[in-house]
T-cell receptor, first 117, second 111 residues
Framework: EAGVAQSPRYKIIEKRQSVAFWCNPISGHATLYWYQQILGQGPKLLIQFQNNGVVDDSQLPKDRFSAERLKGVDSTLKIQPAKLEDSAVYLC???????????????FGQGTRLTVV | KQEVTQIPAALSVPEGENLVLNCSFTDSAIYNLQWFRQDPGKGLTSLLLIQSSQREQTSGRLNASLDKSSGRSTLYIAASQPGDSATYLCAVLSNDYKLSFGAGTTVTVRA
């Protein structure tokens, strides 16, 4: 089966510009995650969707970050305006999202490396 | 809130030595625990998934154990090779369906 697809792979922008990342999860996966990974740290959850509803966005800086999941499939994450501290790898993951199942496995895309200069 | 800790942060061993990576978590109400590998500039590759009801899981040279009651998991890599050099991350899927990560252990295997 095809994996989680993300684009672009790399992006360099100037501070105060805007940027958008795209994620296509594995077909049939109800849960979609966006993580931010700063160099040398573990991934930090930004937002979690269950189908097209938001489950958790408590760590999303809502003054500059926004995300949506259209029709419960693809998702976009936007930053506007970007700050230097937003430089990181943005990872998208998906899982079946079948609550109660212990074998639910998360699959990750290759990530988008954002550099803000 | 689930807190996941990985110790040590970095590890350097000669080729052939066994690796032991530790992961601890604060809330034992979990569905499963996953171990991932991350190469520089790459995404995360799933290595092993241990379900809450399991004690261990094996894949080739990799063996992971889970002690849910004490909030610990250990990843063993036997007979390490230079190709095992990477960052290893553990992630816990809690009962509220949140996936929380540790900061990772960066492993260097010297030839």
């Amino acid at each position: 089966e095809a994996g989680v697809a993300q684009s672009p792979r790399y992006k360099i922008i100037e501070k105060r510009q805007s940027v958008a990342f795209w994620c296509n999860p594995i077909s049939g996966h109800a849960t979609l995650y966006w993580y931010q990974q700063i160099l040398g740290q573990g991934p930090k959850l930004l937002i979690q969707f269950q189908n097209n509803g938001v489950v958790d966005d408590s760590q999303l800086p809502k003054d500059r970050f926004s995300a949506e999941r259209l029709k419960g499939v693809d998702s976009t994450l936007k930053i506007q305006p970007a700050k230097l501290e937003d430089s990181a790898v943005y990872l998208c993951a998906s899982s079946l999202g079948d609550r109660g199942r212990e074998d639910t496995e998360a699959f990750f895309g290759q990530g988008t490396r954002l550099t803000v200069v | 809130k689930q807190e996941v800790t990985q110790i040590p942060a970095a590890l350097s061993v000669p080729e052939g030595e066994n690796l032991v990576l530790n992961c601890s978590f604060t809330d034992s109400a979990i569905y499963n625990l996953q171990w991932f590998r991350q190469d520089p500039g790459k995404g995360l590759t799933s290595l092993l998934l241990i379900q809450s009801s399991q004690r261990e899981q094996t894949s080739g040279r990799l063996n992971a154990s889970l002690d849910k009651s004490s909030g610990r998991s250990t990843l063993y890599i036997a007979a390490s090779q230079p190709g095992d050099s990477a960052t290893y991350l553990c992630a816990v899927l809690s009962n509220d369906y949140k996936l929380s990560f540790g900061a990772g252990t960066t492993v260097t295997v010297r030839a």
